[in-house]
């Protein structure tokens, strides 16, 4: 049975079975997604902390 076939006899477990590959899939990149926040949030506390000290000096 070629793909085709198979997308026409089972349209929707075809769909189910794109979404799992699809998730697993891009799971690498959920977790690369995640390690971006942390450090997007890290360097946001320490630009913060940067314009205090700055501040201060002033």
Do not use: C, F, G
Not at 13 to 27: A, D, F, K, M, P
Not at 34 to 45: F, Y
């Amino acid at each position: 049975m070629t793909d085709e076939d198979y997308k026409k006899l089972h349209p929707i477990l075809n769909e189910v079975t794109q979404t799992y590959v699809s998730l697993y899939t891009n799971r690498p990149n959920e977790k690369n997604r995640e390690q971006l926040i942390k450090l997007e949030a890290l360097l946001h506390e320490k630009l913060e902390q940067l314009k205090k000290a700055r501040d201060e000096k002033e």
